[in-house]
């Protein structure tokens, strides 16, 4: 993963007091010709071309300029100018002194803009636990005053962050999303998100659209224009052969990119062109030159106290190294230094990893709370109304687990006791408990049974009509498609009127009922001991027990046994893996 130093510009504007000696020398007739933008659009294209002393000399003015003309406005833009490209704390000091005139300025860009200034500036001195708290603030800002350029570049500094602890596949996401619908950004802001969902895409190895990316930025920028972000360009360029085993070719840009990015002392470009020579030379097995360069990433690290994730990769290198050389002293300094090194790495990521979550990456949670936010007036109640909506969501939600565990507890029992009736050759009931079996009883029974049959239909056609339906059932016919009143009527020579009388008196449910309990008997049964039926697709099955589709099937079965067939059939294979794991520990 490619921590990058790369910056956006969108966010201009910085603040400190001038060197009044050389008032003169900047107040001179061309600059005074530009009125505040013009000279905005200068300075970042001094800026852009890396003519940074240029760029100050403008910024320097610009201050000045606005200081005479007591333009509070413009004073702070100054500022955010005179910011880049100073040490630390001066550049923290600038914007920490936009405070002062926060009251003057645009309500739709502040607090907002302090915060990603800050965020940016704590990100590019590898501050990576203050960068997000302060990008963390913005996007609260931001998103408070439906900000879309100011979310943008807090969600953009996110993406790094997730790409810092290894969440690729998070920041590719958000990055891609940027670069595909980014429309406000400016060309170089969009070249910025170019380059990063570039470094993104090569850290998760997709390796064909990463190579598109970068041939699209070397062609849009060349080494006269943009020498730095050429040489940027250059660096992923020889990740890329790094990571296509073209190694010869990787040091050979490599060593292009070295020269520009050691003379401008660009501490994490340079360790990151050290540690890709190192790795081309160790797949080439060149292991003192390896060596070389990674003991010059140490250097720089020790000098500069810059870390990057990939450190973790360099030290157990050395320390293998000297332990083949036999060199206990050196061996046990770089034992050391890895675990320094590692201490400190472990802490920003334990810290990220931890306050990402919490605080960013749950977006459903936090828009809703926004929308609750926005519709309340007054912020006392706004805690107790969003705990209450919260407490009552999981009062519902956890009584609901439950009663569906419940659920699925008893369908799994009703479900072992259906098999288990099959296994002992019991008769399976319906829900009702009423008797399904297919014996028409003894004469007794028979006899009592005509006699509940209205008077209306004579004895002997009761009688006759409960034969053929016994006939019916035992032949199985029940399973055959199209079975309705009528054609039944026909079969068992009766009139539909006299057999829909008898089903509903003797078997005590109308028609549909009766067919379908049938159904459904059979297809407890067959399931439970044929295998080669059960291992059909549910489709399939339906078909064969005479339902017209898969869904009229299932649900039958759920209405009928109280378990769903899914459970029923989990239930099946569960009972039949447990007997032939018994029967192998008894063997």
Known sequence: MMKSLIYILLIGWPINNMLHAEKNEILNDTLATYNYSELEEKFYDFKESNKIDKAKLIAQYYLL????????????????????????????QYIDSLVLFEKYLPKENYPTRIYLLKGRIYYDYDKEKLALNNFITALKYAKEKDNKRHIAIAEIYIAYLNNYIGKHAEAKKVLQYYYDNGDFLSDSEHEHVRLNLASTLLDINKLEPAIKLIHEGLKNTSEKKDIERYNKYLLFLSLYNLKSKQYKLAINNL???????????????????????????????????????????????QKTHTTFPELKEVYPYLIEYYKSKNDKEKQLYYIERFLTIYKELDSKFRYISRELPRRYEAPKLLQEKENIISEIEHKRTTSYVIAGILLLGMSILIPLYFLSKKAEKRSRKIAQELIRSVNENKVVLNKDNSRNDDSPGDTTEREDII???????????????????????????????????????????????????????????????????????????RLARDKKFRSYKVPFIAEELGYNNEQAFTLAFKKKTGTPLTTYLKEIEKAENSQIKHSISIN
């Open 65 to 92: 300029k606005a200081k005479s003309e007591k333009n509070n406005n413009h004073i702070a833009e100054g500022y955010v100018m005179l910011h880049y490209d100073q040490p630390f704390k001066r550049s923290l």
């Open 255 to 301: 060593n292009k990119c070295k020269t520009y990015f050691l003379k401008k002392s660009d501490d994490l470009n340079s360790s990151y062109t050290l540690l890709y020579l190192g790795q081309a030379h160790a797949q080439l097995q060149e292991i003192e030159k390896a060596v070389e360069y990674f003991i010059k990433i140490d250097s720089i690290v």
């Open 451 to 525: 006699g509940k049959t209205s008077n209306i239909i004579p004895d002997y056609v009761v009688e006759n009509i409960l034969k053929e339906l016994a006939i019916f059932e035992n032949k199985e016919n029940f399973l055959k498609k199209g079975i309705t009143l009528s054609n039944l009527a026909k079969k068992t020579k009766t009139n539909s009127k006299y057999l829909s009388e008898i089903i509903n008196t003797h078997k005590g449910k109308n028609f549909a009922a009766y067919l379908n309990d049938l159904r459904i008997d059979y297809a407890i049964k």
